[in-house]
């Protein structure tokens, strides 16, 4: 139990991000537990002895420790932007999108980036299978601004941090794909205020330190 909503978070997990983009637009304050791999505070493996990040912590002692679970109960307190109500399709579609992301898209990237430097082959292979992802975003993309119509969605701020880290894997490769509207979009959330806001470094958290709170400017605690 806690006064306060427990975030711990590691700025540069792409589920981590999901997670703070979501708070982040929902304006639900938390207490934020910048972490690393490696040195796993006990209080997380505690309460999610997974060891995975994002893990959440709410008022009642309530656990989420999966990145969409937390990104959910955040916009179902508070969706300010209407990030669950798309302009074009429903919730449904955009959980079916995400889940091809986590499940067949992630896997891709995981080769792609771990054996870019050691195994070659294997690496370029998962980047070849990945690119009917890519191209299928690409093809979404064509209809409108965002994933889900012009405007962002739970989709595109679940979805953004994924192709970053694929994007960054080789760079100059990714941005001369013939897939402009994913370009677009991704060129588009990499310079957006939303990206800097959940970026920012912090200090890792120490136990009894003074609580750092995310987002900075919260209107709901
Ligand atoms: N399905 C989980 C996956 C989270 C995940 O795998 N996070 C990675 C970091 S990006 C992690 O914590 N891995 C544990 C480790 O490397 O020790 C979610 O959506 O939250």
Not at 92 to 98: A, D, F, P, R
Not at 106 to 131: I, N, Q
Request: aromatic share 12%.
């Amino acid at each position: 139990m806690s006064d306060q909503k427990i975030l711990y978070s590691f700025r540069r997990c792409p589920y981590a991000m999901r997670a703070r983009l979501a708070v982040a637009s929902s304006q639900e304050r938390f207490e934020l537990r910048e972490i690393i791999l490696h040195a796993k505070p006990a209080h997380m493996l505690e309460i999610s002895p997974k060891g995975t990040v994002p893990v959440a912590q709410l008022e009642d002692g309530t656990v989420i420790d999966e990145s969409l679970d937390i990104a959910l109960w955040a916009l179902r307190q508070n969706d300010p932007e209407h990030l669950l109500t798309p302009d074009r399709g429903t919730e449904t579609e955009m959980l079916s999108l995400i889940e091809r992301q986590d499940t067949s898209f992630k896997p891709l990237l995981d080769r792609y980036k771990y054996h870019f430097h050691s195994d070659k082959e294997a690496s370029l292979a998962a980047r070849d299978d990945a690119r009917h992802f890519l191209a299928d975003l690409d093809a979404q993309l064509a209809n409108g601004d965002r994933l889900f119509g012009d405007r962002t969605s739970l989709a595109d701020i679940c979805i953004w941090p994924f192709i970053r880290q694929f994007a960054h894997v080789d760079k100059e490769w990714f941005w001369s794909l013939p897939y402009p509207h994913l370009i677009e979009w991704l060129d588009v959330f990499l310079n957006s205020d939303r990206f800097a806001a959940i970026m920012k470094k912090y200090a890792l958290w120490v136990p009894d330190q003074q609580p750092v709170f995310f987002p900075e400017a919260a209107q709901n605690q």
